[in-house]
């Protein structure tokens, strides 16, 4: 079984920043592709960012381009989220998930993942 450990969430002021990690625990995996997705309370659950890990093709949410950088370590196999310029509309839980599969594209989509963390709280105070 593979766990997904996320780190790094918090609370913080609008304008501030945030640094969130995950990686993936248990069993020895490969993973092909990684994101980052969020729920807000009373919202639907969204995508964020995410990064293939042959080549680092990112991808990104219109909402958080310019302001957050996904980027990844590959012999660590940990992926990181930079949040900067935080937005109080930013709070969520956010979630890390992982794709044990080849990916060609960094996928916005929930189904392209199979592996999912528990979520760490960001939470942006206006």
């Known amino acids: 079984q593979v766990q997904l450990v996320e780190s790094g969430g918090g609370m913080v002021q609008a304008g501030g920043s945030l640094r969130l990690s995950c990686t993936p625990s248990?069993?020895?995996?490969?993973?092909?592709?990684m994101g980052w997705f969020r729920q807000a309370p009373g919202k639907e659950h969204e995508f964020v960012a995410a990064?293939?890990?042959?080549?680092?093709?990112?991808s990104y949410a219109d909402s958080v381009k310019n302001r957050f950088t996904i980027s990844r370590d590959n012999a660590k196999n940990t992926v990181v989220l930079q949040m900067n310029g935080l937005k109080p509309e930013d709070t969520a839980l956010y979630y890390c998930?992982?794709?044990?599969?080849?990916?060609?594209?960094?996928?916005?989509?929930?189904?392209?993942?199979?592996?999912w963390g528990q979520g760490t709280q960001v939470t942006v105070s206006s």
């Open positions: 990064i293939v890990s042959s080549g680092g093709s990112t």
């Open positions: 998930a992982a794709r044990l599969v080849p990916a060609t594209i960094a996928y916005q989509q929930q189904a392209a993942y199979s592996e």
């Open positions: 248990g069993r020895t995996v490969r993973t092909y592709a």
